[in-house]
């Protein structure tokens, strides 16, 4: 895949995510270096470790979108985890280690998933030649035809798509059951990794199903593709992707932060998660299902609300950890119309989309849009500032009588939301605006 450079990945954010350019242009600079890395000699290449990212901001303002677009656009093995969800070595809960095992999982899943569409057409040929042969084998008891010309007049409906959902009784294979890690238990355990070769020497299990043509060419296709894979290749490529390629998002970091001032068991288990995210930042080396992960070249994005802590609060050595730190600001006005307009993604295009399905046509006017974001910025300010995700609260407020009574029955109906219409119908939120004034 082509390697983007910052402008770029900052122009692909864009398309989805307005404002936030520091924190965008931080995340774009810190990815191209890993581009550059890789070109350089070996020997300067092990001395230049990825300068870790902590984004501190508001919830609701792009942090966490961020992380979601980047996993889109950049060909590399990425995960989102939560701060809150890893406990302290000795505790119940899940522990710091199991996000390298959850890079190590993506970062193979993602080499498979390229293998596959390299042996698709191979697999895709297999597949539809035993499919056909499923059917001329059923045609021909019942037919004094030749069996060439059968597979012939066969081989035309699959390709033209009559038989798309024509029922053929097929044998698979009967797949292992997979055991999940019990609570509390710290290393994730699959039944067949236990087995290990010794599954290999047991005959595989079969079954019959009854299933459409479609269905049936879409599961010989995903067993020739596990026959064609080189798994030794894949695992060795996603272990090597995740070290030298592989993004972490640490969510929430400011959850496990101790409060100035503070104290108690609360903090206490809280410094002890950072003190075991350290080793995994600072470069380890974490045994996984795969093999051995070196840590020191993943790089590693923290973003957190800070509302009742600070950067601070962590632990000094988790700090300078994270050398780039970005401010991200508080949603404004001018930011909500853009939002309700610019991004593909916009919340009026998704809510126009979905009403679509019901042969509603759905236009918002430019007052309208306007008068949605100072009712939009006038709930955060006098309520708790869930930044962007307020849009979502006013729509299903306005659009509440709309999507409860579409049913789909009628022919087009069009519906142009204005100013008139906004203030008809979020009445209510612009009077409880208006009464909070007036109290102390």
Known sequence: MEQLTPKQIVAELDRYIVGQTAAKRAVAIALRNRYRRSKLPESVREEITP??????????????????????????????????????????????ESMIRDLAETAVHLVKQEQMAVVESKAREFAEQKVVDIIVKARKKNSETAESVIKAQVLDELHDGRLKNTVVEIEVAEHAPQMEAMPGMSIDINLNDMLGSLSSLIPQRKKRRKVSVEEAVSLFMEEESERLLDMDAIKAEGVRRAQEDGIIFIDEIDKIANRQGS?????????????DILPIVEGCTVMTKYGAIKTDYILFIASG?????????????????????????????NDFVRIFTE??????????????VENINLTFTPEAIEEMSRIAVLENETGEDIGARRLHTV??????????????????????????????????????????????
């Open 305 to 333: 609300a800070f509302q009742i802590s600070s950067v601070t609060d962590l632990i000094p050595e988790l700090q300078g950890r994270f050398p780039i730190r970005v401010d991200l600001r508080s949603l404004t006005f």
């Open 51 to 96: 300068k870790n990212i902590i984004m501190k901001g508001p919830t609701g303002v792009g942090k966490t979108e961020i992380a979601r677009r980047l996993a889109k656009i950049m060909h590399a093995p990425f995960i989102k985890v939560e701060a809150t969800k890893y406990t302290e070595v000795g505790y119940v809960g899940r522990d710091v």
């Open 343 to 356: 991004p593909e993604n916009a919340v009026t295009r998704q809510y126009a989309a979905m009403l679509s």
């Open 263 to 275: 104290g108690g068991g609360m903090d206490v288990s809280r410094e002890g998660v950072q003190r």
């Open 395 to 440: 729509m299903e407020s306005l659009l509440e009588d709309i999507s409860f009574n579409a049913d789909g029955n009628n022919p087009q109906i069009n519906v142009n939301v204005d100013k008139a219409y906004v203030v008809e119908h979020l009445a209510k939120e612009i009077s409880e605006h208006n009464l909070r004034k007036y109290i102390l």
